[in-house]
């Protein structure tokens, strides 16, 4: 792989790397991951329009925040911008931080991308931020989710009851978690 041609690679794997957002990204296909209902149905997002307005307020917090790590996914093989990945809210007392991820562009879903893209994320919380955990809920239903979050070493911890209305039915979530010892246990490349 020609590292030298990936545009303002941050962390790179086999098949994406990790960028940060860039303001030109909000004219590409960014804005219309949240537009596709099938995407968003296990989302808040899909809830309302999105509008230039409210990516270009996203923008200005990715760029500028000390406790959340937005980055932008991106294929090597075209610098495809595909989807984002995120740790928030992180709390420098506890060492902790949520994950989250969305992988847009349905084109390259069920190929590894989240997958990848959350090992990097992982590895870098874990090496370069100090965190000692990574956590996030998702709805029990969003399979596809909890496998890439599986496969990416987290497990779940619990469920919660009736978190989320999701087509005028309540749904729980799932509570999963990744300490850093169990992922560099499972993933010795990344110590
Ligand atoms: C969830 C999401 C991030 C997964 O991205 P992805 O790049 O397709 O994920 P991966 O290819 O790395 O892994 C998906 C796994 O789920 C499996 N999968 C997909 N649909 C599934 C289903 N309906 N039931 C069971 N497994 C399913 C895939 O086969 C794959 O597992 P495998 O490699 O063992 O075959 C992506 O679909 C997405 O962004 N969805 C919308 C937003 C979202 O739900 N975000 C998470 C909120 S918590």
């Known amino acids: 792989m020609n590292v030298k041609r990936l545009e303002h690679p941050f962390l790179v794997g086999k098949q994406v790397y990790l960028r940060g957002l860039q303001r030109s990204d909000i004219d ?9 209902q099938d995407n968003t149905r296990f ?5 309302r329009p999105n509008s230039r307005e409210s990516m270009e307020a996203f923008y200005e917090h990715a760029a500028t925040s ?14 495809r911008h595909v989807g984002n990945i995120s ?16 992988v847009g562009d349905r084109s390259v879903q069920g190929r590894g991308v989240a997958t990848e893209a959350l090992k990097l ?45 999701h087509h005028r ?22 110590a």
């Open 28 to 36: 590409g296909p960014w804005f219309d991951w949240f537009h596709d």
């Open 43 to 47: 989302m808040f997002n899909g809830s």
């Open 66 to 79: 000390k406790d959340d790590l937005i980055l932008a996914i991106c294929m090597n093989e075209d610098n």
């Open 87 to 102: 740790l928030q809210q992180v709390s420098w007392f506890y060492r902790r931080a949520e994950l989250g991820i969305i």
């Open 121 to 165: 994320i992982l590895a870098h919380g874990f090496n370069r931020l100090n965190l000692h955990k990574v956590y996030l809920r998702v709805e029990e239903g969003n399979k596809a989710a909890r496998r890439a979050f599986e496969k990416a070493g987290f497990v779940e911890e619990g469920i919660l009851r009736d978190e989320i209305l």
């Open 169 to 190: 039915a309540w749904q729980n979530s799932v509570y999963m978690g990744v300490l850093e010892d169990e992922f560099f246990k499972t993933f010795p490349e990344f």
